[in-house]
């Protein structure tokens, strides 16, 4: 929502500036400038990212309407699963956890947070990597170096779409002066005709290098950090799950472990310890409390 706010900011402040000056709307509506401008940038996608990269892009903005998703709910949901896999662990044994990341999407545990199951980049992480400390064998150092290779491919491919549409945007500029070139061949072939016509043609071919300045520095450069941070989050959030795995692979209590997450989650978007503590002593009481009652409704059923 703040994407599209924004963006109504910049073309309401450059056309409300425009017309009080006397400027008239419809002499910007060159069409044809934004076939030039807008092909050029999308054929460069494909050239050098491939379709799958121009998919990428549309996807990613259509994401960004929704504004990012790791918010702090998002990371304490995170920190409550990891919580519960290890509270479950430690009382049953590592063994236990085989059923859980095997399948993941047929978790009880993985079910309870859709946020987290949602995410696939996550499940898949957290998976693997409990996987190899179920197998054994593996040090705590090897799979810290594991899980940093994988972080480094996971940013790799996050960073993708900040990087196409950075790119879009520093080329946008020369698109827009090659637009603007057509323009002056085509006022050339009618220099011969009356003036306003060479100068409705002029003013069209300054309409492309407009349009290219305005696309670089007020949508696609923008466009471009937003998709960056909303990677960046998604990294720290991957991180999240790797300081909990390594607590638990050292054999820390599960709240340590999530405590060790919790402190790797920049401060404006963190859960405070005592949120996080809440959150965890106050699930367990809660299924304390239904196995007590269950067990009372067990005896009275006797007793009847």
């Given at each position: 929502m703040f994407i599209l706010v924004g963006v109504g900011i910049v073309f309401a402040s450059i056309f409300i500036g425009y017309t009080m000056h006397g400027g008239k709307v419809v002499a910007l509506m060159q069409i044809s400038e934004f076939i030039i401008i807008g092909g050029a940038g999308l054929g460069s996608v494909v050239i050098g990212y491939s379709p799958?990269?121009?998919?990428?892009v549309v996807k990613a903005c259509i994401t960004l309407l929704k504004g990012?998703?790791?918010?702090?709910?998002?990371?304490?949901?995170?920190?409550?699963?990891?919580?519960?896999?290890?509270?479950?662990?430690?009382?049953?044994?590592?063994?236990?956890?085989?059923?859980?990341?095997?399948?993941?999407?047929?978790?009880?545990?993985?079910?309870?947070?859709?946020?987290?199951?949602?995410?696939?980049?996550?499940?898949?992480?957290?998976?693997?990597?409990?996987?190899?400390?179920?197998?054994?064998?593996?040090?705590?150092?090897?799979?810290?170096?594991?899980?940093?290779?994988d972080l480094e491919a996971q940013r790799e491919e996050t960073m993708r779409v900040s990087n196409i549409l950075g790119t879009v945007g520093d080329a946008m500029p020369g698109f827009g002066i090659v637009a603007a070139v057509l323009g002056v061949v085509i006022t050339m072939q009618a220099i011969g005709g009356p003036p306003e016509q060479i100068g409705e043609k002029v003013a069209a071919a300054l309409v492309g290098t407009f349009l290219g300045v305005l696309l670089a520095y007020g949508v696609f450069s923008p466009l471009s950090k937003a998709?960056?941070?909303?990677?960046?989050?998604?990294?720290?959030?991957?991180?999240?799950?790797?300081?909990?795995?390594l607590g638990f692979a050292r054999g820390d209590t599960p709240l340590?472990?999530?405590?060790?997450?919790?402190?790797?989650?920049?401060?404006?978007?963190?859960?405070?310890?005592?949120?996080?503590?809440?959150?965890?002593?106050?699930?367990?009481?809660?299924?304390?409390?239904?196995?007590?009652?269950?067990?009372?409704?067990?005896?009275?059923?006797?007793?009847?």
């Amino acid at each position: 929502m703040f994407i599209l706010v924004g963006v109504g900011i910049v073309f309401a402040s450059i056309f409300i500036g425009y017309t009080m000056h006397g400027g008239k709307v419809v002499a910007l509506m060159q069409i044809s400038e934004f076939i030039i401008i807008g092909g050029a940038g999308l054929g460069s996608v494909v050239i050098g990212y491939s379709p799958k990269g121009a998919l990428g892009v549309v996807k990613a903005c259509i994401t960004l309407l929704k504004g990012n998703p790791y918010k702090k709910a998002t990371y304490l949901e995170l920190l409550q699963t990891l919580y519960d896999l290890f509270a479950m662990a430690r009382k049953e044994g590592a063994l236990a956890l085989e059923r859980h990341v095997e399948n993941p999407h047929q978790s009880e545990i993985f079910k309870k947070y859709p946020s987290f199951l949602a995410n696939h980049h996550a499940v898949d992480f957290c998976a693997d990597t409990l996987k190899l400390i179920i197998m054994g064998g593996a040090s705590i150092y090897d799979l810290s170096d594991l899980m940093d290779i994988d972080l480094e491919a996971q940013r790799e491919e996050t960073m993708r779409v900040s990087n196409i549409l950075g790119t879009v945007g520093d080329a946008m500029p020369g698109f827009g002066i090659v637009a603007a070139v057509l323009g002056v061949v085509i006022t050339m072939q009618a220099i011969g005709g009356p003036p306003e016509q060479i100068g409705e043609k002029v003013a069209a071919a300054l309409v492309g290098t407009f349009l290219g300045v305005l696309l670089a520095y007020g949508v696609f450069s923008p466009l471009s950090k937003a998709t960056e941070t909303v990677a960046k989050s998604e990294e720290q959030y991957l991180a999240c799950i790797k300081h909990a795995v390594l607590g638990f692979a050292r054999g820390d209590t599960p709240l340590t472990c999530v405590e060790f997450a919790r402190r790797s989650i920049e401060p404006e978007v963190r859960p405070t310890f005592s949120e996080l503590e809440d959150t965890c002593r106050g699930r367990t009481a809660i299924k304390a409390e239904t196995v007590k009652a269950d067990t009372s409704t067990d005896e009275e059923k006797a007793a009847a």
